[in-house]
């Protein structure tokens, strides 16, 4: 079974940068898409970026700040953040899907990390 790690969390100031990592182990999924989702104590799980074959999509609230990546030869799916704010602390989480396609909702998703903490001072 897939498992994901992230990796890269902590705290920064507000206009700081983090860049999150995520790990896959066990069987390959290079050729789907991944995903990355916040949770805010409170919140529901919000959807933040996703990575496909056809592009990279973001959220509206983090569009023009966030970048995400890959690297399928390492199985690999990195966020960087740029500028961040105060309403970017969350548990991130890295999400990985098993079939084609993308999608921005949690159930587009097979495979989830543990999450990794952000927490941004202002």
């Known amino acids: 079974q897939v498992q994901l790690v992230e990796s890269g969390g902590g705290l920064v100031q507000a206009g700081g940068s983090l860049r999150l990592s995520c790990a896959a182990s066990?069987?390959?999924?290079?050729?789907?898409?991944m995903g990355w989702f916040r949770q805010a104590p409170g919140k529901e799980r919000e959807f933040v970026a996703a990575?496909?074959?056809?592009?990279?999509y973001y959220a509206d609230s983090v569009k023009g700040r966030f970048t995400i990546s890959r690297d399928n030869a390492k199985n690999t799916v990195s966020l960087q953040m740029n500028s961040l704010k105060p309403e970017d602390t969350a548990v991130y989480y890295c999400?990985?899907?098993?079939?084609?396609?993308?999608?921005?909702?949690?159930?587009?998703?097979?495979?989830w990390g543990q999450g990794t903490q952000v927490t941004v001072s202002s």
């Open positions: 066990g069987r390959t999924f290079s050729s789907y898409a």
């Open positions: 999400a990985g899907r098993s079939r084609t396609g993308w999608g921005n909702q949690e159930y587009d998703y097979n495979y």
């Open positions: 990575i496909s074959w056809s592009g990279s």
